[in-house]
Nanobody, 115 residues
Framework: QVLLVESGGGLVQVGGSLRLSCAASGSISSIYRMGWYRQAPGKRRELVATITTEGRTNYADSVKGRFTISRDTAKNTMYLQMSSLQPEDTAVYYC?????????WGQGTQVTVSS
């Protein structure tokens, strides 16, 4: 079992920045990829970015050049640095761990970008 705990969400103005964190615990060795997803009101959950255990990254087109995913393996923590935030980035952001076994999800953290 893997437990994921997100932090770092909040309210930010257009053009601002935020950094999200996701701390993982439990069966860490079963994880082969981690990622961030988001869900805006009335919309489906969508991929934001992923990072594999080898460090390969993947981004949604809508966030390329603005968001950066990274990880600190010593701390079992993944980050999402978000810059140039726009109102359409407003959503609940979820941490995900793809693993041998059922995927794990965090509880979500709200990001609100105000104009």
């Amino acid at each position: 079992q893997v437990l994921l705990v997100e932090s770092g969400g909040g309210l930010v103005q257009v053009g601002g920045s935020l950094r999200l964190s996701c701390a993982a615990s439990g069966s860490i060795s079963s994880i082969y990829r981690m990622g961030w997803y988001r869900q805006a009101p009335g919309k489906r959950r969508e991929l934001v970015a992923t990072i594999t255990t080898e460090g390969r990254t993947n981004y949604a087109d809508s966030v390329k050049g603005r968001f950066t995913i990274s990880r600190d393996t010593a701390k079992n923590t993944m980050y999402l640095q978000m810059s140039s935030l726009q109102p359409e980035d407003t959503a609940v952001y979820y941490c995900n761990a793809a693993r041998i076994g059922p995927d794990a999800w965090g509880q979500g953290t709200q990001v609100t970008v105000s104009s």
